[in-house]
């Protein structure tokens, strides 16, 4: 005599009919889930990679403004020059040539600028060294050596970048949030309407003596595999949609930003099996919840 | 094993019977019988749980009906075999697992060659792999009380269990019961066969009941 394990035995899951609007309904709503979630994971990334860039960028270096009259203008540059050559963590500072204040100006009045008529003020490009430099003590420094020059060390452009990359990773998280709430409101709906469609197989299951649990289950593993299934085929149309983005180069931003690199790819991978558990848990309340219904 | 004790039922407010009081011990047999819509299926959905009485109390093996849980309910159901009078099968379902479906459900091991004995048993030797809504009415019913005893239960009920036999199917089906009452298990058949209770009585030491009158009564001499 040959007895099956029960707890390997396929009848087991076969106890619930297969098939039926909702298996394709699942695997749909698990791909097209999965296909967005990749996009808004790979737009936090981009974000993060992003605001990382610029900060860093902004961060090393620093500008000290020189506005004073055109007599004293060589004379302010030269002590400028002085305090930030002997200032601790300043690894080089240099003067920046008329025509690069020009070619800066020019996105904005032209090329044919009269830079020669215009007061503009000196401006000393500072780079720091590795552990930085006390930019309270070069203000006060200065302020009392070069009255006319002020140093910003670039915090009121760098804050705005670092705040609009938390948003954007905070927007990414939220969609990534709503796009898994989204998933489990329709897997439940689906493994409704599935437990509704099967009312009868599962009234005949009670009458036999199966257990809630054993019922529940027939139906969790199903939309489980159902829900893994979908979300993997999203996931590797999200990645290769990502990996065919065309390369606008460094003029891109964002846009050339979006995807992953090196390891960040494996961030997606983790797509499918937290699709798998939202569906499971979504499937297993459904089901619970129905079974109360049925003595 | 299942006891009913004062118990009153009925639908829609109407009351189908009340004062009920029944033991189904150790290796009793009992028939049940009444006119239709007297109450039979009622009091046998009550004696497995599907239905919780309006009044009076229902015990499951020494346990009340409303303290077992769920879980209790469908343990207590694995020890009671259940012929519905339309079989209820699972039609997606070969007819070798419908009759191991208790063992599955019930997440028990499945003895291949015992169910395969017992689909012999009940004469459905070759339709294993049939689906059952391909099956006679009578192969159906065969059927189902090959899924009732498949789990060795204690109690055995039988809504109308020979409703689609020829008579001498019937008269094999309950000789199959008869024998698995000498084996100890309570058996319960809900009936209106007249003859069938008649062919029965001198085999067995079978307690006739009677639905009248809202009331479960003992059958008289009228049998």
Known sequence: MSARDPRRDPRALRVVPPAGQSAWLTLLIAGAMAFLCVFALALSVAADRLAARWGEALSRTATVRISAPATQMDEQTAIVLEVLRTTPGVASARVIPVEEQGALLEPWFGPDLPLDLLALPRLVEVTEAPEGFDSMGLRLRLAAEAPGAVLDDHTRWRRPLVEAAARLRALAALSMALIGGATAAMVTLAASASLAANAQVIGVLRLVGARDRFIARAFVRRFTLRALIGAAFGTAAGMGALLAMPDAGESGGLLSGLGFAGLEWLYPLAVPPLAAVVAWAATRAAAFRVLRGVT | ?223
């Open chain 2, 1 to 223: 094993m299942i006891e009913l004790e004062t118990v009153a039922h009925g639908y829609d407010g109407a009351e189908l019977f009340s004062d009920v009081t029944l033991q189904l011990g150790d290796g009793s047999f009992h028939f049940l019988t009444g006119p239709s819509g007297a109450g039979k299926t009622t009091l046998l959905r009550l004696c497995y749980g599907e239905l919780v009485p309006a009044r009076g109390s229902i015990r499951f093996f020494g346990q009340e009906r409303r303290d077992l849980g769920r879980d209790g309910l469908a343990l207590a159901r694995q020890r009671i075999g259940v012929v519905h009078q339309d079989c209820q099968f699972l039609d997606h379902l070969s007819l070798r697992d419908n009759v191991a479906l208790p063992l599955i459900a019930g997440e028990r091991p499945v003895p291949d060659q015992d169910v395969d004995d017992l689909m012999a048993w009940v004469g459905l030797e070759g339709h294993a792999q049939a689906l059952p809504p391909t099956l006679s009415g009578g192969e159906r019913q065969r059927a189902a009380l090959a899924r009732a005893v498949i789990t060795s239960p204690a109690v055995l009920l039988a809504d109308e269990p020979t409703g689609n036999l020829d008579w001498e199917m019937s008269v094999r089906l309950l000789s199959l019961l008869i024998e698995l009452n000498r084996m100890g298990t309570a058996v319960l058949i809900a009936t209106h066969d007249l003859n069938l209770i008649r062919t029965t009585k001198p085999q067995v030491s079978a307690r006739v009941l009677r639905i009248a009158g809202r009331k479960l009564q003992l059958a008289g001499a009228e049998l």
